[in-house]
């Protein structure tokens, strides 16, 4: 079945037929071929990119009770300087003083954009961007922009961040499109 006409036929059928994930990935894989092995991690990756956007979220809403949850006792959280050659951190927290921070609800905003995820059994890697907006400062830096890496692992059944390093960052200014696109 692999005229173009009919796979184009059959896959929009399908798109609109209403089947379930698992029906569209069979007829999928019958007009195209099978998947390659890669693509069966990418369950575990969406759900480490969901894991991830629900920490954001909880660090917004001051959550500290998910963030302690969800954070590993050895939790490193590298802040940046502003640099992009290398340089000594603003500073770096461990899990009591980050879980201050989610407390003193420090962030308005940190959305993210632009991550990707890299699988590893039980090891977890994203990297990307968020852009933040911090409760407490200089107005004219409120809005922050910080490319970052962070490592998740998988113990005992449940991902946990381990890891945060800004790699680039933070940049400042006044409002969300002076950030936004750096």
Do not use: C
Not at 153 to 182: A, C, F, I, M
């Amino acid at each position: 079945m692999k005229h173009p006409f009919y796979a184009s036929l059959l896959l929009f059928a399908v798109a609109f037929a209403g089947f379930s994930q698992e029906a569209k990935t069979l007829v999928a894989a019958a007009v195209n071929g099978p998947e390659p092995k890669s693509a069966a991690v990418s369950g575990a990756a969406a759900e480490v990119l969901q894991f991830e956007r629900n920490m954001e979220a909880a660090v917004v809403r001051g959550d500290v009770g998910y963030v302690d949850r969800v954070s590993a006792d050895d939790l490193s959280f590298t802040h940046g300087d502003g640099w992009t050659t290398g340089g000594k951190p603003l500073l770096v927290d461990d899990k009591k003083s980050f879980l201050k921070r989610v407390e003193n609800r420090q962030y308005l905003v940190r959305d993210l954009d632009s991550v990707k995820v890299e699988m590893h059994g039980n090891i977890a890697i994203t990297y990307g961007r968020y852009v933040a907006q911090n409760r407490i400062g200089d107005p004219h830096k409120s809005w922050f922009a910080v490319w970052f890496e962070r490592v998740y692992e998988k113990r005992n059944g449940q991902w946990l961040y381990v890891s945060h390093r800004t790699v680039h960052g933070p940049t400042y200014g006044p409002d969300r499109q002076s950030v936004s696109d750096k």
